[in-house]
T-cell receptor
Framework: ETGVTQSPTHLIKTRGQQVTLRCSSQSGHNTVSWYQQALGQGPQFIFQYYREEENGRGNFPPRFSGLQFPNYSSELNVNALELDDSALYLC????????????FGPGTRLTVL | AQKVTQAQTEISVVEKEDVTLDCVYE???????LFWYKQPPSGELVFLIR??????QNEISGRYSWNFQKSTSSFNFTITASQVVDSAVYFCALISRGSARQLTFGSGTQLTVLP
């Protein structure tokens, strides 16, 4: 196990709703990244946080937002959910240093109906 | 821009066979890092190996080995004497200095090892 935890495990929402996913980083890691993995595809980078600030962002609209807290835990918020947001959302943590190995949590499976 | 291509979508082998998973990458950076992750049905991505662009030495870890060739931009992964527990989706990934800190993944190879 990596020490990265995510909650909840599964979530079902309806289109237009808002959702918050949570991640707790591995001890000693101060950088967290979020990825979206659609069925049958590789994970896609959403954004990264370092020292509570966004440190890089992929090609996702502003309705995807995040927070990192002083204890390095993190949240991913998605507003105005769309059917295409149904996916596995993965959180990864690493030590400072962009190229350091990222260790992943078990993911949150989001279904949007 | 950077890109990772895993042309093999699915591979099926019989237990004890050797299998090689291919990975081809593209990046303009001279400093970059390559990774392999394993994703079992549970969904968690399990880190297997990290290799930087200045180290072309092949690596062996038990039944796993990796062949990194900059000349062909490839980073292939071989499992020797495969076992049923090796069945999973395997992802190759790349991060480079100019990539805005994002790990770029290939589309994955589903490996099924039959008993």
């Amino acid at each position: 196990e990596t020490g990265v935890t995510q909650s909840p495990t599964h979530l079902i929402k309806t289109r237009g709703q808002q959702v918050t996913l949570r991640c707790s980083s591995q001890s000693g890691h101060n950088t967290v990244s979020w990825y979206q993995q659609a069925l049958g595809q590789g994970p896609q980078f959403i954004f990264q946080y370092y020292r509570e600030e966004e440190n890089g962002r992929g090609n996702f609209p502003p309705r995807f937002s995040g927070l990192q807290f002083p204890n390095y835990s993190s949240e991913l918020n998605v507003n105005a959910l769309e059917l295409d947001d149904s996916a596995l959302y993965l959180c990864a943590s690493n030590r400072a240093g962009a190229e350091d190995t990222q260790y992943f949590g078990p993911g949150t499976r989001l279904t949007v109906l | 821009a950077q890109k990772v291509t895993q042309a093999q979508t699915e591979i099926s082998v019989v237990e004890k066979e050797d299998v090689t998973l291919d990975c081809v990458y593209e990046t303009r950076d001279t400093t970059y890092y390559l990774f392999w992750y394993k994703q079992p049905p549970s969904g968690e991505l399990v880190f297997l190996i990290r290799r930087n662009s200045f180290d072309e030495q092949n690596e062996i870890s038990g039944r796993y080995s990796w062949n990194f060739q900059k000349s062909t931009s490839s980073f292939n992964f071989t499992i020797t004497a495969s076992q049923v527990v090796d069945s999973a989706v395997y992802f190759c990934a790349l991060i480079s200095r100019g990539s805005a800190r994002q790990l770029t993944f290939g589309s994955g190879t589903q490996l099924t090892v039959l008993p």
